[in-house]
């Protein structure tokens, strides 16, 4: 059965302690792995696509990685406006999507 | 420039009722999608749509519907809503496309009683 795995559910960090979360996936017929910020009574907001394995991507203090199995969303040096939770989704070849539980971050100053 | 407009943002039901939520979007998108957001549980697909008059079943199908008759707009109704309905709900739109990203609306806060 196709599955979209993050980890941890949650993680709490001081304010420039970096951290990696991940999001595994078991899924036939891939066509990209996406990656959102969701802020509290909001909708997700589009962060990164990622398309084959080795590929990366930044933004600011962000980095997305992709394996064949797996992808990091890489904070570094966090600040408290990172706080938020993180989706990632997966693509596939009929145009689903198919997202995450999601990793609720909370970075504290 | 709008993005991606819901209506209502906010509903409470008994059980039993029927009721649709409005997706609006301005840019011209081909596909359309509801979510349904829990808990724990992130966001599970319901209903797609890949083009006018077209939709497709996702995760959680079973005590919804949808159409799609104009291409700006996705409606997702439920007929008699049960108290496992209570939820978020969140469209989202893209240009056609495998690798595209989504716009996401705002959220309908739904409730039943």
């Known amino acids: 059965e196709d599955q979209v795995t993050q980890s941890p559910e949650a993680l709490r960090l001081q304010e420039g302690e970096s951290s990696s979360l991940n999001c595994s996936y078991t899924v036939s017929g891939l066509r990209g792995l996406f990656w959102y910020r969701q802020d509290p009574g909001k909708g997700p907001e589009f962060l990164f696509t990622?398309?084959?394995a080795g590929e990366e991507k930044e933004k600011e203090r962000l980095k997305a990685t992709l394996t064949k199995k797996e992808s990091f969303l890489h904070i570094t040096a966090p600040k408290p406006e990172d706080s938020a939770t993180y989706l990632c989704?997966?693509?596939?070849?009929?145009?689903?999507?198919?997202f995450g539980a999601g990793t609720r971050l909370t970075v504290k100053p | 420039n709008a993005g991606v407009t819901q209506t209502p943002k906010f509903r409470v039901l008994k059980t039993g009722q029927s009721m649709t939520l409005l997706c609006a979007q301005d840019?011209?998108?081909?596909?359309m999608y509801w979510y349904r957001q829990d808990p724990g549980m992130g966001l599970r697909l319901i209903h797609y749509?890949?083009?006018?008059?077209?939709?497709a079943k996702g995760e959680v199908p079973d005590g919804y519907n949808v159409s799609r008759l104009k291409k700006q707009n996705f409606l997702l109704g439920l007929e008699s809503a049960a108290p496992s309905q209570t939820s978020v709900y969140f469209c989202a739109s893209r240009l056609k496309g495998t690798n595209e990203k989504l716009f996401f609306g705002s959220g309908t806060q739904l409730s039943v009683l």
């Open positions: 749509s890949v083009g006018e008059g077209t939709t």
């Open positions: 840019m011209n998108h081909e596909y």
């Open positions: 989704a997966v693509g596939y070849n009929n145009n689903d999507m198919r």
């Open positions: 990622l398309y084959s």
